[in-house]
């Protein structure tokens, strides 16, 4: 097993380190595909140092921030890594973000220059009031200085462990812009103790159809390069060709959400013949229902779909280990190798084993804070008092049983009282998606003007929902009201959109 944090040689590790020790490794093996074309480890490598000579020769050097908004693209990957090399901090952003949140991004990232294309290169370009490159032009300059024999001398800074790496923004239900700050150190520790626990190989297809704007994506990249995989940018596909493209590829590894699943479930029943050969679904965000993991181990045989749980501030918190999905399903699994997690009382006790509390988690990939933001940081990320370690307050609640393993309950919203009992919109939308019928279910906790609903995905009525809910829960858990929807609004993260909800109501959010 990888010692979390370290390289094969016990150096320093980078962002961009990670790829030099691919393409010493595994030159010619191909890194990342799109649906335009490849990159062998060797290419990426040539591209991301003239990339980092790109920025050198327009004045962005160490800490100067570097915003891209595009699609998932092969030369996206190559910026990550270029971007690294230089010192400059990479703000990859998703291209769906609106006009008014854009704008309140770029006044608190103040980049020094943008990298879009199309459309959006132009629409930046309006509102940015730094230069904005667009990709079709300005690659054919970097491709140029790949084929030269060495970058020019002194155009790469000196990169230190605790540099940052990336910012990456956060969606959150306020207007102000959150970016959870990523130095090197955090993210290549966070990255091998991940790969210690899934062990990616050099055999394997990562099929990836997330942007890489969101942490869920980009580790892919990394964990791609450790495991000298594959990585197959898939987020231009339409829904019709998912399957096709992974049976083309070869898909090996699939990260997932449930919305996600739920689609590949849909597909993978109307398709015939061999089905690609997936050997691990990981899973993040909510939990996938029962329904979900038996109809995806039946389309794909033998196929492990591993628990994970997790925040962008430490990127993964837990993951139960492939050779034990099918143990304690309602377990998100054990914590990070090097990492500890702790279930504290509101007086910063611990609690006792089986006991609900504050999930708190301490280690080496617990990121220092948030981008200009030092009183959410402060209140979020607190140093322990007697040992001064520092530690995430990520204000999501769950219990640890007696061997480790978390068990994750919900969020602070998640969480109220209804009737006098305690419970959270988690466990009501579990039981919804235990009914057959019901795809996918979100559930708006009890607020001013509004007693407790649930929305489901379903074709069902919404009277015969609700049955079927106080069949499965206690009286006061059962929603007062079931509408049924043909799909369920999300956010860019593929997470229920609570604000989009409330709107189907005519209300506002808590």
């Known amino acids: 097993m990888e010692i979390p944090g370290k390289s094969a040689t016990g150096r320093e590790e ?62 996206l990957v190559a910026m990550f890594y270029g971007a690294s090399r230089s010192g400059a901090i990479f703000v990859p952003l998703n291209p769906a973000m609106k006009d008014f949140h854009l704008s ?19 629409r930046l370009s309006r509102i940015a009031s730094v230069p904005v490159h ?31 790496a990336a910012l990456i923004y956060t969606s959150g239900s306020t207007a102000a812009p959150k970016a959870v700050v990523c130095p090197h150190a955090q993210v290549t520790f966070a990255s091998r103790a991940i790969n210690a626990v899934l062990g990616y190989r050099p055999d394997d297809v990562v099929f990836c159809r997330f942007p890489l704007s969101w942490d869920y994506g980009l580790y892919k990249v990394l964990l791609s390069c450790l495991g000298r995989s594959e990585l197959v940018l898939a987020g231009e596909e339409t829904d019709l060709m998912l399957m096709e493209r992974m049976k083309r590829t070869c898909a090996t590894i699939v990260p997932i959400v449930p919305s996600l699943a739920s689609m590949i479930v849909t597909l993978a029943l109307r ?28 389309a794909f045989p033998g196929v492990r779909i591993v628990r994970q749980f997790g925040q962008t501030e430490c990127k993964r918190i837990s993951i139960m280990p492939p050779e034990q999905d099918e143990e304690r399903p309602a377990s998100v699994g054990r914590p990070l190798p090097g990492t500890t997690v702790l279930i504290l009382d509101p007086d910063g006790r611990p609690v006792p084993a089986g006991e609900v509390g ?49 068990y994750f309950e919900g969020r602070r919203d998640d969480m109220f009282k209804r009737k006098g009992i305690r419970m959270s919109t988690i466990e009501i ?34 009277h015969v929902v609700l049955k079927e809910l106080a069949q499965r829960l206690e009286p006061a858990k059962v929603p007062a009201m079931c509408k049924v929807v043909p799909d369920l609004p999300l956010t860019l993260h ?17």
């Open 104 to 122: 309140s991004v770029l006044g608190n990232a103040e980049p020094a220059l943008i990298v879009s294309t199309g459309p959006a290169a132009e």
């Open 358 to 406: 504050e999930i708190v988690v301490a280690g080496p990939h617990v990121m220092p804070g948030y981008w200009r933001a030092p009183e959410l940081t402060a209140r979020t990320f607190r140093r322990d008092a007697a040992t001064g370690e520092p530690r995430l307050h990520t204000g999501d609640y769950g219990s640890l049983d007696e061997d480790g393993y978390l």
């Open 271 to 298: 398709e015939q013949g061999t089905p690609p050969p997936v050997r691990m679904f990981t899973n993040t965000g909510a939990a996938l229902p029962a329904s979900t993991i038996a109809a995806l181990r039946a």
């Open 14 to 75: 980078f962002v961009h380190t990670l790829l030099d020790d691919a393409e010493a490794n595994a030159p010619d093996a191909r890194a990342v595909s799109d649906s335009a074309g490849d990159y062998s480890y060797s290419r990426l490598a040539g591209l991301s140092r003239a990339f980092a000579e790109w920025l050198a020769l327009r004045g962005v050097g160490h800490g100067d921030r570097v915003v891209v908004l595009l699609p998932s693209v092969r030369e």
């Open 494 to 510: 593929g997470k229920n959109a609570r604000e989009a909800l409330v709107a189907m109501l005519g209300g506002s959010a808590r």
């Open 429 to 462: 939308e579990a039981a919804a998606m235990d009914v057959p019928g019901v795809r996918t279910a979100a559930v708006l906790p009890p607020a001013e003007g509004r007693d407790l609903v649930i929305f489901v995905e379903s074709e069902m009525a919404p």
């Open 134 to 164: 667009d990709l079709r032009r300005m690659w054919p300059e970097i491709e140029a200085l790949a084929e030269r024999d060495a970058p020019a001398a002194g155009a790469v800074p000196a990169v230190r462990p605790e540099d940052v």
